[in-house]
């Protein structure tokens, strides 16, 4: 139970200072929403009956924001830092004036503006070699006065793919030059997206460490093991869960032209339910776009021997994880963190188990202080239902 708020507190800091207490007293609502999709935020809602808030320079827009939530008893921890980005006045009869203050995450300035470039590393008689990924998202997100942290074993796995990259170089020239990776007329946070997208990462900024400056790219089968636990009836407020077939697939095939011997392949990587395990299925010739039956997808779009595998994970992984996903809410808790396992249990074998965090809201208003976790199961933790029925333990092999 450690984490829960039963006797919540907040602190708020604007500038990098403490909001006086008349700022505070005025404060009828905070929520912080963290996540691996988008931006984070913070909102803050002041009454403003007197209209002493406009035209304050407290909330001007650009000014850094922090905030700290928590009990009285177990101290503050930081779950949001970032800029004000916008602010907004409501003016009601019924309900009072109040003034709407929103931040976001330091991300938000890389949305701003587009570049064009391409990274590699010219070698003198060979050509240009792609530039690692890691290496490029890790220039990308220091640009933008950030710290980029990979976690280990989504470090290897760019490892292995940039590995068909170096390879391509060397055994076709040309065609390894199509492998550099462009930024095309693309913000750096489109950019960073893409590259994570293609490498199984998911993208989130750790709001607890230097000042929100830490951006982290992590693999989706790291952290597999549960850091809280969590039973209905005990301590949740309320837990939903949903399994869909809807837009799901378990097989992804792309078609391959490989010079060399003027041929055409069809690879097909798909998730063997009963195994349970990737597949690889390659054969000449081109599938036709919506061959293949039931729960399969066609990529339609040229690629290489070497491309092909970024191509066929990043519509595959994302869409397996992506068959359940649940919606946990709590007691007020700052313990948890998107990114990282849950279990849950009190619900059933189907519903409960591991989930992965992938949104965070804190809200604390008058009602109280709640926590709600958007969660996703995921093919990694063994209790993912099969494309029909069923389910399998999972035991990724170590990288």
Not at 9 to 36: F, N, W
Not at 278 to 296: E, F
Not at 339 to 355: A, D, P, Q, W
Request: a negative charge.
């Amino acid at each position: 139970m450690d984490g829960f708020a039963f006797v919540p507190e907040s602190a708020l800091q604007i500038g990098g200072r403490a909001v006086p207490a008349d700022v505070k007293s005025a404060i009828m609502s905070i929520t912080s929403k963290t996540g691996l999709d988008g931006v984070d935020q913070a909102v803050i809602v002041l009454a403003n009956d007197m209209l002493q808030w406009l035209d304050n320079d407290l909330f001007r827009v650009g000014k850094e924001l922090s905030l700290d939530l928590g009990t009285a008893d177990h101290g503050l921890k930081r779950v949001f830092t970032g800029e004000i980005v916008a602010k907004a006045a409501k003016f009601t009869a019924e309900t009072g004036n109040t003034l709407i203050v929103t931040a976001q995450d330091r991300r938000h300035n890389m949305a701003d503006g587009t570049k064009t470039r391409w990274f590699a590393i010219p070698v003198p008689a060979t050509g240009n070699f792609p530039f690692p990924d890691p290496a490029t998202a890790s220039l990308a997100t220091l640009e933008n006065f950030m710290l980029p942290i990979i976690d280990p074993v989504g470090a290897a796995i760019a490892v292995v793919l940039g590995g068909l990259d170096v390879a391509a170089v060397f055994s076709d020239p040309a065609a390894g030059q199509k492998l550099i990776r462009k930024q095309g007329d693309e913000s750096d946070l489109d950019f960073l997206k893409r590259i994570a997208k293609e490498n199984q990462w998911d993208m989130l900024v750790e709001h607890d460490r230097v000042d929100g400056h830490v951006l982290r790219f992590q693999s989706s089968i790291d952290h597999l093991s549960s850091e809280a636990d969590f039973e209905f009836g005990l301590d949740v407020l309320e837990f939903e869960s949903r399994i869909t077939k809807v837009g799901q697939i378990d097989a992804v095939s792309i078609a391959v032209w490989v010079p060399k011997i003027k041929m055409t392949f069809t690879i097909t990587l798909g998730w063997d339910w009963d195994q349970p395990a990737l597949t690889l299925d390659i054969v000449p010739g081109v599938i036709p776009i919506g061959a293949g039956g039931k729960g399969k997808l066609k990529i339609d779009e040229p690629a290489s021997p070497f491309s092909a595998g970024r191509k066929l994970l990043s519509e595959l992984i994302p869409r397996l994880n992506r068959r359940m996903t649940a919606m946990l809410k709590i007691p007020g808790h700052v313990g948890l963190k998107a990114g990282r396992t849950i279990n849950m249990s009190g619900v059933g074998k189907e519903f409960g188990g591991l989930y992965r965090i992938t949104g965070l809201t804190h809200k604390l208003d008058g009602t109280g202080f709640t926590t709600m976790a958007e969660l996703r199961k995921e093919i990694w933790f063994g209790s993912v239902p099969g494309y029909e029925n069923g389910t399998s333990p999972v035991r990724p092999a170590a990288i």
